[in-house]
């Protein structure tokens, strides 16, 4: 049984890379939350032209971000099947023939 006040916040962010903005990175860093976000071809360009050396990449956990890739899989794919679970009303009365 755990103890003491129920967590709010999440330990991870797994997320796109539209959700790769500075600002938004910088309020996860703030609350304390982890993140796996890959980075914009873009970003990179740029973090590599602000720092002669390049500048530190971003930590990026491949593993984290296939499981990612795979729950959303099956959410689309419960999607695209939904229209067959739904068709149950359409189906169950016989037709009457006149």
Do not use: W
Not at 44 to 65: K, L, S
Request: glycine content about 10%.
């Amino acid at each position: 049984m755990r103890l003491g006040r129920l967590r709010c916040r999440p330990d991870h962010v797994v997320a796109v890379k539209a959700c790769s903005s500075r600002g938004f990175c910088a309020y996860l860093r703030q609350c304390g939350i982890g993140r796996t976000i890959p980075e914009k071809s873009d970003q990179g360009q740029h973090r590599r032209n602000r720092v002669c050396c390049g500048g530190r990449p971003p930590g990026f956990d491949r593993a984290i971000y296939r499981c990612r890739n795979t729950v959303e899989r099956c959410f689309n794919s419960l999607k695209n099947h939904r229209g067959v679970v739904t068709m149950y009303g359409k189906t169950a009365a016989p037709t009457k023939r006149r």
